[in-house]
């Protein structure tokens, strides 16, 4: 079993920044995948970004050139750095896990942290 627990939400100006944290803990062993979802209210939820264990990244074409996503393997935390936040970036954002060493692949998700962007 893994829990993901959010931090660093918050409310913020546009053209500033946050940083969110998510610390995993649990049985976090062989091939994974940690990343940053977004929901915004009435739109589906949607990825951010991704990085493997390995650190392979990935980004939603939205935020590419202004997040960044890390991790930090031996304290099993992925961050994601935010900024020149722009109000369409408003949403809860969940942190999410997929450990691929397994069949079937297992995900888990935290409950959420609110960034509100003001314009």
């Known amino acids: 079993q893994v829990q993901l627990v959010e931090s660093g939400g918050g409310l913020v100006q546009a053209g500033g920044s946050l940083r969110l944290s998510c610390a995993a803990s649990g049985s976090i062993f062989g091939f994974n995948r940690m990343g940053w979802f977004r929901q915004a209210p009435g739109k589906q939820r949607e990825l951010v970004a991704s990085i493997t264990n390995g650190g392979s990244t990935n980004y939603a074409d939205s935020v590419k050139g202004r997040f960044t996503i890390s991790r930090d393997n031996a304290k099993n935390t992925v961050y994601l750095q935010m900024n020149s936040l722009k109000a369409e970036d408003t949403a809860v954002y969940y942190c999410?896990?997929?450990?691929?060493?397994?069949?079937?692949?297992?995900?888990?998700w935290g409950q959420g942290t609110q960034v509100t962007v003001s314009s």
């Open positions: 999410n896990i997929v450990l691929l060493g397994t069949f079937p692949s297992r995900e888990y």
